[in-house]
């Protein structure tokens, strides 16, 4: 027998068995923590993955992502004859991310961008001053030769966080053209008036969209991760206005506003015979669609900007709206004799008269105890119902819509369309008519001023 050693921390003699033991207790233990750790892992991810994917996909879209649009291109107007009305420009809009600006370049960025861009020093400063901001906008669709500027500037001086955003700008390349029919775009170069508004769907297009990687920071990754959606432009509108007839309708009613000093604005409308389709339509004065909200009548621009605060801002509002208002469509007109025509077609067409049918005119008539007078002292005398259209005679009319009666003449107006609005594919059309029915219609309106005028209003 050897003898024994006292050894201070001699290892525990185990015996295999023991160790066997052990080992499987050993095993047991880690299985058991395994099920249990994977299975909070299995759960969470039932959660994540089968009751509520799109939220926590959303969310991690939304951290990982950034989402830039690359506007779509708005459709274009031309008139009938080709002659380009609206058209999209391709512009610049500058924008800054001024935490990723160094902090050295924050002032020297701020003086030269706002000398390049036009645009307050102070403001521009205070904005690239916010450091932890990463979205500001500088100044909406420059022209080329500015965003060429700008980005000189930036390479030059190494400036990051300068954004140059391709964009477009919605512009009327014949100027102060069809103002009250093509309307205008907002700032978002979306349809706020005239065919611009009418049409908005359609001229729309579709934005594309760059999708950029952000990193934890929200910072952009690498190029390689951008995904590229590229815009559908708007579709084209082509209009049934003839730019030609327009222009020469544009220039005679301006010239017989100014001659008669018209203080109400003068309306003119060319329209097809045949399909009703409309050739030409003008306000005057109106405004160039390129600078909407100049007010053009020197006297109220000058009234406006005497105001102030509230009341100007006001002022401006009504004078603009009115400026805009397309008075072809959307203010009673109450016709005179071109009414005449409306007497004669129903006349003709219920048979009471041909075109052959005499009358007497011997300057003015009687209807009622009220004397109506022929135009401007004309005494036409025998006189055949061609005739008496030709000189627009009224004592001749007067006597047509007699025979035609009240009943008749009410039924010819309702079938004309002219108790219901045109339906007009122009926003702003007025939508009722004011006009008599025939209980409420005496022997003056019937024969007098209504068959004259087409006085067609409920306070006479
Ligand atoms: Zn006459």
């Known amino acids: 027998m050897r003898p024994r050693k006292t050894l201070p921390a001699l ?60 506007p779509a291109e708005r459709g274009e107007i031309y008139s009938a004859d080709g002659t380009l009305l609206a058209a999209s420009e391709t512009r610049w809009t500058i924008r800054a991310s001024p935490r990723d600006l160094a902090d050295a370049l924050v002032e020297p960025a701020a003086r030269a961008l706002s000398k390049i861009l ?17 979205d500001c906008l500088l100044k909406r669709r420059v022209d080329r030769a500015t965003a060429d500027a700008v980005r000189a500037w930036c390479r030059d001086n190494g400036a990051e966080g300068i954004q ?132 053009v009548n020197e006297e109220t621009r000058n009234a406006v900007n005497a105001l102030e605060g509230e009341q100007r801002s006001e002022a401006l509002q009504a004078a603009q709206q009115a400026q805009w208002r397309n008075k072809a469509i959307s203010d009673l007109y109450e016709p005179g004799s071109v009414f005449k025509l409306i007497t004669a077609a129903a006349a003709l067409d219920t048979g009471v008269c041909t075109p052959d049918s005499q009358f007497v005119c011997s300057g003015s008539i009687n209807v009622a105890g009220t004397r109506f007078r022929c135009a401007n002292g004309h005494i036409h005398g025998l006189e055949t119902f061609a005739q008496g259209l030709a000189v627009s005679c009224n004592p001749c009319f007067i006597q047509i819509g007699a025979r035609l009666g009240r009943e008749a003449f009410c039924n010819y107006f309702a079938a004309f369309g002219l108790r219901e609005a045109t339906g007009i594919d122009l926003p702003g059309e007025i939508k009722q008519s004011e006009y008599y029915t025939a209980d409420r219609m005496g022997p003056v309106q019937n024969f007098g001023p209504c068959i004259l005028h087409g006085k067609t209003q409920n306070s006479g």
């Open 11 to 70: 290892p525990r003699h185990i015996t295999p068995e023991q160790d066997r033991h052990m080992r499987r207790r050993t095993r047991v233990l880690c299985l058991t923590m395994a099920v249990a750790c994977f299975g909070v892992l299995i759960a969470r991810l039932f959660v994540l993955q089968v009751l509520d994917p799109e939220g926590y996909a959303a969310r991690a879209a939304d951290q990982q992502l950034r989402d830039t649009v690359i």
């Open 118 to 134: 036009e645009i307050d020093y102070a403001e521009t400063l205070a904005a690239f001053s916010n450091r932890s901001s990463n």
């Open 164 to 295: 140059i955003r391709q964009d477009t700008k919605r512009i009327y390349p014949e100027g102060d053209f069809m103002g009250v029919l093509l309307g205008f775009t907002d700032v978002d170069n979306a349809g706020l008036w005239g065919l611009e508004l009418e049409y908005n769907e359609l001229l729309t297009g579709q934005n594309g969209r760059v999708l950029t990687a952000k990193d934890a920071w929200g910072y952009d990754m690498p190029q390689n991760y951008n995904t590229l959606v590229e815009p559908v432009p708007g579709a084209t509108l082509t209009l049934t206005i003839d730019a030609n007839i327009q222009r020469y309708l544009e220039s005679a009613l301006s010239a017989a506003v100014q001659e008669h000093h018209v203080a109400a604005r003068g309306v003119g409308i060319v329209m097809d015979v045949d399909t009703g389709a409309i050739l030409a339509m003008s306000v005057k004065p109106d405004y160039d669609p390129n600078d909407p909200r100049t007010i």
